[in-house]
């Protein structure tokens, strides 16, 4: 695990010598809480991605490196990274802060990005599904039974809970399929 975030570590000054961008030592190495598929779209040069659902695996890395510099906590608008502070500043990393407003603010301040393939996001695969949900349970309470109008209602309510707690089951429950996970050859 320790292999995989100083290999990325020594790649992204590689990058930058290349670039011609030091990499200075006391700047903040940029944590992003993101899917794999939400960094892979837009990320800050030289970010990692490690994934909410995947912190707890990377706790002991993570104190090394806050050790050595400030640890900076990236998500899209700040929701999650709200999640990852507490859970880090709680087991002993006391080094670590987060990005205001998160990459999306980043971007719109025209700061410099790693831009890849467009992908969706957690919260749009979330939108999605919701939607979906809902249509189908329309249609099928039109044509079928009123009591497919179950389906819509309790995606409503989830959607209504997820609104006032900031916090998403489906979200949670998507950040745990595979195409949401870090892809790599090592285990942690």
């Known amino acids: 695990m320790s292999t995989i975030l100083f290999d990325q570590e020594q790649h992204s000054e590689k990058l930058s ?6 990499t200075p030592h006391n700047a ?11 960094f892979e779209t837009v990320h800050i040069s030289g970010a990692r991605n490690i994934p909410l659902p995947d912190l707890h695996k990377y706790l002991d890395e993570l104190k090394t490196l806050s050790s050595e510099r400030s640890l ?7 929701n999650r990274v709200n999640i990852a502070y507490e859970y880090l500043t709680n087991n002993g990393i006391t080094n670590c802060d987060i990005l205001e407003g998160g990459i999306t603010n980043w971007v719109a301040q025209e700061k410099p ?47 209504l809970h997820a609104g006032l707690t900031d916090s998403c089951l489906m979200g949670m429950l998507l950040s745990k399929l595979p195409l949401n996970r870090i892809r790599n050859s090592h285990k942690p």
């Open 28 to 38: 903040p190495l940029y944590i992003d809480v993101r899917t794999p598929q939400e």
């Open 72 to 78: 900076t906590l990236v998500c899209r608008t700040q």
């Open 113 to 159: 990005v790693i831009k890849g393939q467009r992908r969706i996001s957690l919260e749009g695969q979330v939108r999605a599904i919701a939607g979906s949900l809902i249509i189908l349970g329309v249609v099928l309470a039109v044509t079928i039974s009123t009591w497919f109008l179950l389906l819509p209602t309790l995606v409503g309510i989830g959607l």
């Open 17 to 22: 010598d290349q670039q011609g961008l030091p």
